[in-house]
């Protein structure tokens, strides 16, 4: 039986390469940069699968170039690259990567808000660079984290698990979603907020972890900012377009807000000269929350079994648009396999 062809746009872990060669034929592009339009269009050619991860965007253009191509396999929990409908229109599954990453994220998260209210990246870039004379009482003070209120917009998997860390620092923990969820409100005690703005006006550190979706896109903007305390913090390890960044300069202007923990921004890599480099209370990343070697390694492996599962006729652990898989194969492919 000829093996399907599977594009991989960029670098992946030794070991997932390994497995997705054992079942597919691979056309392997092993660099670290995006690969332009036209490399795309050529490794894309004669190919049935797509593993890649990035700012590879799967829109029409891209559908249209490879009418071949059936099965895409986001290495990342998020898929705001897909364009759901035109994959639907050209009957193209994806899948992502998630449950393998909540806990890697959620301690990032942590990090870059302690890291963000105690001024750790300052303090360590102060003391490296010789300034360090004395101890005097107001040097590098910050934000108290224990005991503070935190308010997690998005609580899913990651926010959950966000949540059980901010239970070990005493905080209070508000939450606002699309829907209620009960088991977090039981287990952690997290009380749910129906109204954002009501969570906002409260909430000592505000953690954005929803889905960048048409609904979420600027989710916090101006009015948005206005609304929280004087002293309190904005994370993003969602997606950089949830939170409008020039409204957050004007917040960061105006003095609306403490300050701000990035680790992902409306354009990535962030631009040289953007205006949110010179701020000392911004903390930013290199949108790097589930940056762990084991982790990472295990999303790929993850994505490369979403790809195997597919062309061995069984359904992907983690389809995100079910219902173009169902339209291809429905149930009696599945139990032909079987
Ligand atoms: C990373 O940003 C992911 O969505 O997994």
Known sequence: MTKPTVFVPHTIPDKALHRLHATCEVIYRDLRSEPTQTELADGLR???????????????????????????????????????????AHWVSGTNTPGVLTETTADLAFALLMAAARRIPEADAYVKSGQWQKWVPDLMVGSDVYGK????????????????????????????NRRRQPNAELALGAVYRASLEELLGESDFVVLLTPLTKHTFHLIGE?????????????????????DESALMKA??????????????????????????????????????SATVATRENMALTAVDNIIAYFSGRRPPNLVNPDVWERRFGQSAERMKE
């Open 46 to 88: 004669g190919a049935k699968g797509m593993v890649c991860y990035g700012k590879i965007s799967v829109r029409e253009s891209l559908l249209e170039a490879a009418p071949q191509l059936e099965v895409v396999s986001n290495i990342a929990v998020g898929f705001d690259n897909f364009d759901l409908a035109a994959m639907q």
């Open 223 to 243: 009015d948005e900012l206005c609304r929280m305390k004087r002293n309190a913090w904005i994370i993003n390890v969602a997606r950089g377009a949830v939170l």
């Open 149 to 176: 209120t935190i308010g997690i917009v998005g609580m899913g998997r990651i926010g959950e698990a966000v949540a059980r860390r901010a239970l070990g620092f005493g905080m209070t923990i508000v939450y606002h």
């Open 252 to 289: 960061l202007d105006g003095g609306w807000i403490a300050g701000a923990g990035l680790d992902v921004y409306e354009e990535e890599p962030l631009p040289a000269n953007h205006p949110l480099l010179s701020r000392p209370n911004v903390v930013m990343l290199p949108h790097i929350g």
